[in-house]
């Protein structure tokens, strides 16, 4: 899964929130997600205002010492003009 952003105002057929990007499918790392989820950001920063939410699916990292991925300030103001809501899922890894 690791990101999956949608557009819960835009429905499906049948009432599902429309997926608008999968980015990273195979990428469990949250470094790698955040910098890939930032670009997503500046390059869709014009979508229309919605209610969208990025959903970002990571494992722990064996190799951690600490810090891990970040959300900029730039990002935040995006997604609050977007009106893009950021959930952090955390999933056991194989």
Same mark, same amino acid.
């Given at each position: 899964m690791p990101i999956k952003i949608s557009d819960h *105002? /835009? +429905?499906?057929?049948n009432g599902k929130s429309?997926? @608008? &990007?999968?980015?990273l499918p195979d /990428?469990? #790392?949250l470094p790698d997600q955040m +910098? &890939? =989820?930032e670009s997503w950001l500046q390059e869709n920063r014009s *979508? &229309? !205002?919605?209610k969208y939410s990025a959903d @970002? $699916? =990571?494992? !722990? #990292?064996?190799? &951690? *010492?600490g810090g891990g $991925?970040?959300?900029? @300030?730039e990002s935040m103001e995006i997604m609050l003009r977007l009106g893009l809501e950021l959930?952090?899922?955390?999933y056991p890894e194989d």
């Amino acid at each position: 899964m690791p990101i999956k952003i949608s557009d819960h *105002l /835009n +429905k499906d057929d049948n009432g599902k929130s429309t997926v @608008i &990007a999968w980015l990273l499918p195979d /990428n469990w #790392r949250l470094p790698d997600q955040m +910098k &890939a =989820f930032e670009s997503w950001l500046q390059e869709n920063r014009s *979508l &229309a !205002p919605s209610k969208y939410s990025a959903d @970002i $699916g =990571f494992s !722990p #990292r064996e190799d &951690a *010492l600490g810090g891990g $991925g970040k959300v900029s @300030i730039e990002s935040m103001e995006i997604m609050l003009r977007l009106g893009l809501e950021l959930y952090l899922s955390e999933y056991p890894e194989d």
